[in-house]
């Protein structure tokens, strides 16, 4: 079975207005996706984990987002992206 792709907000910067159904998706999925090489490096990530500390210890998939105005940089970043997101669900993991 493919898993599922939940694209998850983290408010507008305080981990206290995370909404619930974005904590419920962060705890029950095995694979977080987060933008960057580093957790620690990403802000999303930073807000997510002071909400949600467990997200620590799931599978973590850095993804490149150049911040570039070059539409072929985009385009290239993009479609790695979807790749390494697709080779997950294919394998059954959300």
Do not use: N
Request: glycine share 10%; charged share 30%; proline share 7%.
């Amino acid at each position: 079975m493919r898993g599922c792709f939940y694209g998850v907000g983290v408010g507008p910067g305080d981990p206290e207005l995370m909404t619930l159904k974005a904590v419920r998706i962060i705890r029950e999925v095995p694979v977080i996706a987060y933008p960057g090489g580093q957790p620690m490096d990403s802000t999303a990530w930073k807000i997510a984990a002071a909400s949600v500390p467990e997200i620590r210890d799931k599978e973590r998939l850095g993804i490149d987002v150049p911040m570039t105005r070059d539409a072929a940089l985009l385009e290239g970043a993009h479609r790695r992206a979807i790749r390494q997101i697709e080779a997950l669900l294919d394998r059954g993991k959300s």
